[in-house]
């Protein structure tokens, strides 16, 4: 019987670091993508000084584009980071007591809370105490409104490393921080690249509830009540249009990202079995 | 060694009315006991007895477990391991351990052997390549796998897998290795394949080893301790502990009886 050959050898051949470098590099490239290209298709629907004076006066679904971006901007990192650590807090057995407790305490009643809830409290009180703008306190809503869940997902992913792996390498001396770099970190990437994705989706569709809140206080309409406000106005509607086709694009291509991060991770944890 | 009585000169590690528990779970009960350097000592039990626990407590590898609560003294060269100034990372790669399975780091072998040196702070590749190949040597495991560094380890057989990790383990020259039952997961000849590995490792360290294998505690060890219900109940020199066991409870458990 002759030899058979069956397909190529597929390479086995990976490093962490690769992995780790890859993960990073698609997670600022969507991160920075996004931002811009919301901010330019902003700009470029209505011009620099209708896009200064919509974040001024928010008015209209182009001001709720515009309001989108900016927002996105400063609250994705911000949650990203605080989530980040809050989840490390959460799944790293090396820290424990306080920190852990507090953590996962603080998880447990924020789901019984609506999110919701607490970041319109949040955005009123800076509003009225703070006299923040309009955008830092729709920021700094959306960071309160999705830090739990980001938390949560966060660490979901960094359980995913077996507790054995995490025992070996305490073993080898290695602290919590090189464990997390060298260890969690690699082989959580895509899942983390995939939450990245997902919050990034999510808080582009909350903009809107924001901008409801906003539009009570006199600001911006939400993207809805601007659809239907100037659904008559032919001159503007094509521009509304544009405006939400590209949310709802940027909402979509985040969860597009995030469901291929998840894949990827998949594959990757089952190479690494 | 002495592993009930007062610290030798040559003492390597002590443990002096050692308590662990584990919640409300006693898991070990004023253990005392004292290993001289360069001995091999095996501590064998049923399952839950207390061996791991014990091997756990030479590391401060219940760190990492919240419901872990240590009372007691343990020491290694005459300085106590347990107060809050120590070390902890320090103190792990003087006392290496080795896992019932075998535990690879989700990374290239390269990596994974290197894992410990890189977290200790070295970063010169040459260096790096110098020591990872060395261990990779001292464990028998270069040839199978010199062309396969930058490989992830699955093609390797679980024995080979438990070579790598004692190879982790050696590249950051401890003084002690803690083998936590070793060849747990290994078939007899692959079980021995191992313990040929480990032989030679025996002159040059301190090594304690808990396992259910008694066939390999008698091989392996120079002393042995039988432990029950987290108690040490009788220690001594291997043969005598096998041929002659002063403590009912040990001949029963050696001759297999139900306690």
């Known amino acids: 019987m002759g030899l058979v050959t069956v397909g190529t050898p597929k390479p086995d051949t990976f490093r962490s670091r690769d992995v780790l470098v890859t993960a990073l590099s698609y997670i600022a490239g969507t991160v920075g993508a996004m931002a811009f290209v919301a901010v330019l298709v902003a700009l470029v629907a209505l011009g620099w000084q209708d896009f200064a004076r919509v974040l001024a006066v928010p008015q209209g679904a182009g001001s709720a584009l515009a309001i989108s971006a900016l927002v996105l901007a400063i609250a994705l990192p911000v949650t990203f980071a605080i989530g980040l650590c809050a989840a490390v807090c959460a799944t790293d057995p090396s820290i424990g007591g306080v920190a852990t407790r507090a953590v996962r305490e603080s998880l447990e009643w924020s789901v019984g809370i609506p999110p919701v809830v607490i970041g319109v409290a949040v955005f009123f009180t800076v509003v009225a105490f703070v006299h923040s703008s309009v955008v830092g306190a729709a920021a700094l809503a959306l960071i309160v409104l999705n830090l739990p869940n980001a938390t949560a997902r966060l660490a979901q992913a960094f359980s995913g490393v077996p507790e054995v792996a995490r025992e070996a390498a305490a073993a080898l001396g290695a602290s919590s921080v090189s464990a997390f770099f060298g260890l969690t970190l690699p082989q959580s990437a895509w899942a983390v690249a995939a939450v990245l994705c997902a919050l990034a989706g999510q808080m582009v569709g909350e903009t809107s509830a924001v901008a409801l809140v906003v539009s009570a206080s006199g600001g911006a309409q939400p993207l809805s009540a601007a659809i239907w406000h100037f659904a008559s106005n032919v001159s503007l509607a094509a521009t509304e249009a544009a405006s939400c086709l590209v949310l709802v694009l940027v909402v979509a291509a985040c969860t597009a990202l995030s469901k291929d991060f998840s894949r990827r991770q998949l594959e990757t944890s089952a190479t690494k079995t | ?259």
Not at chain 2, 222 to 241: F, K, N, Q, R
């Open chain 2, 1 to 259: 060694m002495s592993t009930q009585g007062g610290p030798t000169v040559e003492t390597k590690l002590e443990a002096s009315q050692l308590h662990v528990w584990f919640g409300d779970k006693h898991a070990l009960r004023s253990v005392n006991i004292s290993v001289v350097a360069g001995r091999t000592v095996a501590f064998i039990g049923a399952s839950k007895s207390g061996k791991t626990t014990l091997l756990r407590s030479f590391n401060r590898l219940h760190d990492l477990n919240p419901r872990a609560r240590l009372h007691g003294s343990v020491k290694i060269d005459g300085a106590e391991i347990l107060g809050r100034g120590v070390d902890v990372a320090a103190l792990r790669r003087r006392v290496g351990m080795i896992f019932s399975t075998p535990t690879v780091l989700p990374t290239s072998i390269f990596d994974n052997v290197a894992f410990g040196l890189r977290a200790k702070g070295l970063r010169d590749r040459i260096l790096l390549e110098e020591k990872v190949e060395r261990s990779l040597r001292r464990v028998l495991l270069w040839d199978a796998v010199s062309a396969l560094l930058d490989r992830a380890p699955s093609d390797l057989t679980i024995e080979q897998l438990q070579r790598l990790c004692l190879a982790r383990a050696m590249a950051l020259d401890p003084e002690v290795l803690l083998f936590d039952d070793p060849t747990a997961t290994l078939d007899p000849v692959a079980g021995l394949a191992f313990e040929e590995v480990l032989i030679p490792l025996r002159r040059d360290h301190t090594v304690l080893i808990a396992t259910n294998n008694l066939e390999q505690a008698a091989r392996l060890s120079d002393t042995t301790c039988y432990l029950a219900s987290g108690e040490v109940i009788e220690s001594g020199e291997t043969p005598l502990v096998f041929s002659r066991p002063t403590d009912t409870r040990t001949e029963d458990f050696l001759a297999g009886r139900s306690p």
